[in-house]
Nanobody, 122 residues
Framework: QLVESGGGSVQAGGSLRLSCQAS????????LGWFRQAPGKEREGVAA???????IYAESVKGRFTISKDNAKNTLLLQMNSLKPEDTAMYYC??????????????????WGQGTQVTVAS
């Protein structure tokens, strides 16, 4: 089970840190990702990380967002800085039991959280 938290409303330029608490299995052997979906748009990949801490980011968030994981706490994190109004969306964490390089393809992930809303005001 994956449970996201940390969403909220901020002004443009602000920061938020999202957390995804996993239960049931250790996240250390999973590929993990953050995805987002804005109203009327398809779900898109934001960032992902694999067992070896290899990361990948969408071009739109490179240099602003940082994905990390705390294996001891079984938690996935997303630090979001310099937020823009276009970052407004529901953010989801996801996991798949694969050791291959991380990807941002939604269809490759098997387990999903319920989402946490991020709203960035201009």
């Amino acid at each position: 089970q994956l449970v996201e938290s940390g969403g909220g409303s901020v002004q443009a330029g602000g920061s938020l840190r999202l957390s995804c608490q996993a239960s049931g299995n250790s996240i250390s052997n999973y590929r993990l990702g953050w995805f987002r979906q804005a109203p009327g748009k398809e779900r898109e990949g934001v960032a992902a990380i694999n067992k070896y801490d290899t990361t990948i980011y969408a071009e739109s968030v490179k240099g602003r967002f940082t994905i990390s994981k705390d294996n001891a706490k079984n938690t996935l994190l997303l630090q979001m800085n310099s937020l823009k109004p276009e970052d407004t969306a529901m953010y989801y964490c996801a996991a798949v039991y694969k050791w291959t390089p991380p990807t941002l393809f939604t269809y490759e992930y098997d387990y999903w959280g319920q989402g946490t809303q991020v709203t960035v005001a201009s």
